[in-house]
């Protein structure tokens, strides 16, 4: 069974960068849809950005242009370059695949805490 593992959260100050990384564990090279999503205290998880087996990729409108995904398939890793770090990116961090387009059930990490300071 995949199991995820991230790693680079952090505390930066307004404008800084961090890169967020997440290991898939296991042997599986394939998977449909990567992504990381976020949780702000008191408000519900969204979607940060998703990459595609296309290659295909989309992000949430408070990100775009400032955060970049990227997966590497023989590393079974998914990053997300975050820049431009506004105190509003708040959040802890989830990273999530979805390991078919036909599959009933999605694997989450377990979040990591990103923390921008004004």
């Known amino acids: 069974q995949v199991q995820l593992v991230e790693s680079g959260g952090g505390q930066v100050q307004a404008g800084g960068s961090l890169k967020l990384s997440c290991l898939l564990s296991?042997?599986?090279?394939?998977?449909?849809?990567m992504g990381w999503y976020r949780q702000a205290p008191g408000q519900q998880r969204e979607l940060v950005a998703n990459v595609f087996d296309s290659g295909t990729t989309d992000y949430a409108g408070a990100v775009k242009g400032r955060f970049t995904i990227s997966r590497d398939t023989a590393k079974r890793t998914v990053d997300l370059l975050m820049n431009r770090l506004q105190p509003d990116d708040t959040a802890v961090y989830f990273c999530?695949?979805?390991?078919?387009?036909?599959?009933?059930?999605?694997?989450w990490g377990q979040g990591t805490q990103v923390t921008v300071s004004s």
């Open positions: 999530n695949v979805r390991p078919s387009y036909f599959a009933t059930s999605e694997i």
């Open positions: 296991g042997s599986a090279t394939y998977f449909y849809r």
